[in-house]
């Protein structure tokens, strides 16, 4: 099996972390009044690590059945380590063609693929105890020849330009700017994600669980990121 990069490990963690905490995991979609709920607790894309995963197609469906039943909004709630660039741009793409408001919610960490996806919101908001993390795009060439591999690199360089285009556009950054963290595989704590326009506001914790649940992330996310450098 293949060894999983530090920044994996790291996300899978924090994830891993807060479904722990919440009980809640994988995908799921439900209707409270006129708004739709979506939970993107999982990897993006089948996981090679765990066989599990979210697909664009299972978002589609889910949001194809809120149009028919006439919700006019949807709330996405992301707790995701990334995954599948192209099952990412897929959500994405389904999620900017809902016919309604769109809120994206951050609920533990918004990592690689799953920050991607986080830009369809016209709202984004992250829990104060939540993590966003963006990098280059990666890919393997795996017996490769030197002409293929270069190949590669080009799609790359094609694609971390998208990624930043994207990130970009929502966040009002410089392309320059944006590419250059992710280069540097940055993460953010909300503070961060908000000072950097990736998040439009930071949730307060109101309730004795909800402030619970953030001693316990951020605990968390100090050893984990003390542990990955």
Not at 103 to 112: K, P
């Amino acid at each position: 099996m293949l060894e999983q990069p530090n920044w994996l490990k790291t996300a899978r963690q924090l994830a891993a972390r807060h479904r722990k905490i919440t009980g809640r995991s994988g995908f799921s979609a439900e209707a409270a009044g006129d708004r739709g709920k979506l939970y993107v607790y999982d990897a993006i894309g089948f996981d090679y690590w765990t066989g599990g995963g979210i697909t664009g197609k299972s978002v589609t469906d889910a949001l194809e059945e809120m149009r028919a039943a006439g919700l006019k909004a949807v709330d996405v709630f992301v707790n995701s380590p990334g995954g599948d660039i192209f099952e990412a741009k897929a959500i994405y793409a389904a999620l900017r063609r809902f016919n309604g408001e769109r809120v994206v919610h951050v609920d533990g960490v918004a990592a690689s693929a799953a920050s991607f996806i986080a830009m369809a919101g016209d709202k984004i908001v992250t829990q104060a105890y939540a993590t966003w993390m963006i990098h280059e795009v990666r890919g393997s060439a795996w017996g490769a020849t030197a002409g293929d591999a270069r190949k590669l690199a080009e799609v790359l360089d094609l694609e971390n330009r998208t990624f930043a285009d994207t990130y970009a556009r929502r966040t009002g950054q410089g392309v320059d700017d944006v590419l250059g963290w992710m280069a540097e595989e940055t993460w953010m704590n909300a503070a961060q994600a908000k000072e950097r326009g990736f998040t439009d506001e930071i949730a307060e914790e109101a309730d004795d669980e909800g402030e619970a649940l953030a001693a316990a992330l951020r605990d968390a996310t100090s050893t984990i990121r003390a542990c990955a450098r």
